[in-house]
């Protein structure tokens, strides 16, 4: 059985007071993962100076010096060095003297101030999570339509939507090909990022959202999720213009003097749009509109905006303002023979069309 004794109090009572003015849990053994059996073994074991727990005080804590001596006295390693508990209450008294009168009001002094600290930690841990979350739904915002990443966040689901009239728009680069067999694939890598930056400045001036990119393909829409009239056709144009005139000042980074070139293609038409899968969710557009704008695209010449009849009617009909140049009956794969245009730029280009 074993017993206590006064001189056994007087070290527990170092070791709490301790743990009240570090603010920490003695020999911190939660961060530091020590071993309980060697903390025991430690102390017990005679040494000089002997195992005790360090006495780091935070700066911003006001300690009076003297307790700090009081604790290593109350903690010696030869139980008849330790101070009774008579002296112990003397000499706090004196160090609190027109202040606290006793121990505990010392104590919730020091729980006051770290309840201080610790709103204070509180307040920039949650600064840091607001800023965090911040960057993550910048990330989410542009890979989904806000309303749809919403909508995920808040653990709704997503239905399959139709929308009666949208915009789509296909590019992809001539040659492209040819100039990935003259590079390194981190090359070809380096360049499909600087071109797509380039073009991804230019969507956020419009009401456009980019699908995806597949190698060298580049996909977007206007009109949904959030419809917009009948201006998902003008957006769509205004951009295809914008990625042309950007296209002239690119240049490849390792071949300074190759220059870069598209064909562009757009179709205006129904489409059910929706979110597919779980991990790592993509919104994806449903329905002949699109297989039609990847034709427009695929049948297109380098550095012109393939326009279908139905983008034409709304370029020229519904919304006007817009030229476009009739390029005769096309033979299009799974669509027979139409009738398509190019839309006018307004550059010297458009009379070699």
Not at 236 to 260: C, T, Y
Not at 273 to 287: E, S
Request: overall charge negative; hydrophobic content about 40%.
């Amino acid at each position: 059985m074993l017993v206590g004794s006064p001189q056994a109090d007087i070290y527990s009572f170092a070791i709490v007071a301790s743990e009240i003015i570090a603010q920490k849990s003695a020999w911190n053994y939660e961060d530091e993962e020590l071993d309980f059996q060697d903390i025991i073994y430690k102390v017990k074991k005679f040494s000089n100076p002997p195992f005790r727990p360090p006495l780091e005080i935070d700066p911003n804590v006001e300690i009076n010096a003297s307790m700090l001596h009081l604790i290593r006295d109350c903690w010696a390693e030869k139980p008849q060095d330790r101070p009774t508990i008579g002296v112990i209450t003397t000499l706090l008294k004196s160090m609190h003297k027109g202040k606290a009168k006793n121990l505990m009001d010392h104590v919730f002094n020091i729980l006051e101030q770290y309840a201080t600290n610790l709103e204070a930690e509180v307040e920039m841990r949650t600064r840091e999570l607001a800023e965090e979350k911040k960057k993550s739904d910048i990330l989410l915002y542009r890979m989904l339509p806000r309303t749809v990443a919403d909508r995920l966040k808040l653990g709704q689901s997503v239905e399959p939507e139709s929308f009666e009239a949208i915009t789509i728009f296909f590019s992809d680069v001539v040659g492209f090909t040819t100039l990935a067999a003259r590079s390194s694939p981190i090359q070809v890598v380096n360049l499909l990022n600087d071109l797509y930056s380039t073009f991804d400045t230019i969507i956020d001036q419009f009401s456009c959202f980019k699908v995806e990119t597949i190698g060298d393909a580049y996909l977007v829409c206007s009109g949904l999720p959030l419809r917009n009239g009948n201006n998902h056709a003008k957006d769509i144009a205004d951009m295809s213009i914008g990625f042309l005139k950007a296209i002239k000042l690119f240049r490849v980074p390792h071949l300074p003097k190759e220059k870069v070139n598209i064909r562009i293609g757009i179709h205006t038409g129904s489409c059910v749009a929706g979110v597919v899968g779980l991990t790592m969710p993509r919104y994806c557009l449903f329905g002949d509109t699109v297989n039609t704008a990847s034709r427009m695209e695929s049948n297109g010449k380098p550095g012109k905006i393939h326009v279908s009849p139905s983008t034409n009617h709304y370029l020229t009909k519904i919304i006007g303002g817009y030229d476009t140049v009739s390029r005769g009956e096309v033979l299009i794969k799974g669509k027979g023979v139409m009738e398509t245009y190019f839309l006018c730029t307004g550059d010297d280009d458009d009379i070699d069309i």
